[in-house]
């Protein structure tokens, strides 16, 4: 099983539309998930930090369930512009010996 | 302000040779971390670095080993390339290792023929 599991879609919406992506995870002692988007054939960029239970920015909500191990991004009121890859990452280790996992990401394809 | 920047862009490797990829941090940073990306997949943590050490490793083999310079930049090294180390290599910086944002630059597109 793999350490942190997306849905690798394609996700196809319609502009306005809104949309949620789960992310689970296998390690219990993951202390800090973080949600990235990736353009194609471009670096992964930072969307949304998630510490305790959640975060919001905007049209982008993030949700964490320690209890079942998971994470999700809602987007609401879905834009052209956020067709992309989205890539769940789960944090563990201490000190200056920490490390991030990554899932396999989740295409999503905003249609006008 | 300058952010994560990493040279060559792309490169053309044979099988056996040996390749060394550059990074420097983002402004700041002075924590630097490696991911190899195979095309369809979520970056696979390498290593990272700081105050010029090696702190954590991923599941790779000694084939690949970095460096850490005082400016904090750093390097990745992978000797006897094989086929299935063909991909885009990434590199991020966060604040310190205890601060988990990290900022990625642009990556290396490695080819090994």
């Known amino acids: 099983r793999k350490e942190v599991e997306q849905d690798p879609g394609p996700f196809n919406v319609p502009e306005g539309a809104t949309v949620a992506f789960n992310c689970t995870y296998s390690?219990?002692?993951?202390?800090?998930f973080f949600w990235y988007r990736q353009d194609c054939r471009k670096e992964p960029k930072l969307l949304m930090s998630?510490?305790?239970?959640?975060n919001e920015d905007g049209r982008f909500t993030a949700q964490l369930n320690r209890a079942s191990q998971y994470i999700s991004l809602l987007i609401r009121d879905s834009k052209l512009s956020d067709s992309a890859t989205y890539l769940c990452a789960a944090l563990w280790g201490s000190g200056s010996a920490r490390q991030l996992t990554f899932g396999s990401g989740t295409q999503l394809t905003v249609l006008p | 302000d300058a952010g994560v920047t990493q040279s060559p862009t792309h490169l053309i490797k044979t099988r056996g040779q040996q390749v060394t990829l550059r990074c420097s941090p983002k402004s700041g940073h002075d924590t630097v971390s490696w991911y190899q990306q195979a095309l369809g997949q979520g970056p696979q943590f390498i290593f990272q670095y700081y105050e010029e050490e090696e702190r954590q490793r991923g599941n790779f083999p000694d084939r690949f080993s970095g460096h850490q310079f005082p400016n904090y930049s750093s390097e990745l090294n992978v000797n006897a390339l094989l086929l299935g180390d063909s991909a885009l290599y990434l590199c991020?910086?966060?604040?310190?290792?205890?601060?988990?944002?990290?900022?990625f630059g642009p990556g290396t597109r490695l080819t090994v023929t």
């Open positions: 991020a910086s966060s604040l310190s290792p205890g601060i988990y944002e990290q900022y």
């Open positions: 998630v510490y305790s239970s959640g």
């Open positions: 390690n219990s002692a993951s202390q800090s």
